[in-house]
């Protein structure tokens, strides 16, 4: 957005409209002496003075956690059509129930918030109403009042869906998940007849309500690669079918060294004050946070209530690294014409093929 001083009027217009108007001013300084500049030019003065409505500002409305009054919202939404905000995106930030402070890190190749001390001066207020946490049927109540009174004063909304793409209580296995793996040493030739190691995952942390299984974990392939540099592909040999649900191995190791890989599915743990971040590769996960967050407000809300949501906005990227999801391999050779299984060694580190194979 461009903000223009003018005496003492002051006039926010958007950089599409600002090139708009210099093309009009381009065309009136042209058409000076012609008959009709002087309708022009003052065509161009009203365009300054009162823009058209899709040049008008827009503002993020922050409810800070606060259990707050109808009258509060009404307030804040009549002051904005006093000063030509003609949109609002309604963001439910939980900032209001922090007591710790922290700092980013950088920690191997990500920065992470650590907590500190160091900032002596640095204090929270407390929230003076008590929190009032976002989805809740209370906090879904006062949406629908604020959708009403948008609807009344010609105001869009648009409600944001939390921190990259999580709000609401989703169990962890539709959380954001990662491979992991483990390894193995066989010589044959023998008979393998014993439990495969699993990759241990922790409970992760984080002060919010959790529906399912604390833990997460999925099976996606047990291979066998020969132990020796440079080997091909075509030679990794896929056991999955031949282990158990408990984990259990029965192989018939050929001659050699082998390295028995484990390739497991397993949740990330990353959250927010709402829940854990959802898969962002998959379409159920999705559906699963919208079932806790959306669904639920759309049914609450009347017609008109919903005629005054504009949009639903997925802000910012906050879910740290994640590298798999349930359907990972099915769309990998959907778009690239062959297995991605057989290659997946070369991630645990395995010096299959060639240099350039293992880059690509």
């Not at 009027?9 to 012609?34: D, H, N, P, Q």
């Not at 950088?106 to 918030?113: C, E, F, M, S, T």
């Amino acid at each position: 957005m461009q903000l223009c001083f003018s005496g003492s009027k002051r006039i926010l217009y958007s950089s599409r409209w600002l090139c708009t108007l210099v093309v009009f001013a381009v065309a009136a300084a042209t058409s000076a002496g012609k008959p009709g500049h002087a309708e022009t030019y003052a065509a161009l003065v009203q365009h300054f003075e009162v823009p058209a409505r899709q040049a008008h500002p827009w503002v993020y409305w922050v409810w800070l956690g606060v259990n707050t009054r109808r009258a509060d919202l009404t307030r804040d939404l009549e002051a904005m059509k006093a000063t030509g905000i003609t949109g609002c995106i309604l963001y439910g930030n939980q900032a209001g129930t922090w007591s710790w402070h922290t700092k980013l890190v950088l920690i191997g190749k990500h920065y992470r918030a650590v907590k500190t001390n160091e900032y002596k001066d640095a204090y929270c207020t407390p929230v003076p109403t008590g929190p009032m946490p976002a989805w809740s049927p209370r906090w879904r109540k006062l949406v629908c009042f604020a959708a009403s009174q948008c609807a009344r004063l010609g105001i869009s909304l648009v409600v944001s869906n939390g921190l990259a793409n999580t709000s609401g209580d989703i169990p962890i296995k539709y959380g954001e998940q990662n491979l992991v793996w483990t390894k193995l040493a066989v010589h044959g030739p023998m008979v393998f007849d014993g439990k495969l190691p699993t990759f241990p995952v922790r409970p992760p942390g984080g002060n919010f309500p959790r529906t399912g299984a604390p833990t997460y974990s999925r099976n996606v392939a047990v291979l066998a690669v020969p132990d020796k540099s440079g080997v091909s592909p075509g030679k990794v040999i896929n056991l999955t079918s031949q282990m158990s649900a408990s984990g259990r191995l029965r192989w018939q190791a050929p001659a050699g060294e082998w390295t028995i890989l484990r390739f497991e599915q397993v949740p990330t743990g990353a959250h927010n004050f709402w829940g854990y971040y959802s898969n962002s590769m998959s379409a159920k996960a999705l559906d699963k946070t919208w079932a806790v967050t959306m669904a639920p407000l759309l049914k609450e809300m009347t017609p008109s209530q919903r005629k005054a949501l504009k949009g639903i906005e997925d802000d910012s990227w906050e879910a740290g690294p994640t590298t798999w999801t349930k359907r990972f391999p099915a769309e990998f050779k959907k778009r690239r014409g062959y297995d991605l299984l057989p290659y997946l060694p070369i991630l645990a580190g395995i010096k299959m093929a060639d240099a350039s194979t293992r880059a690509r």
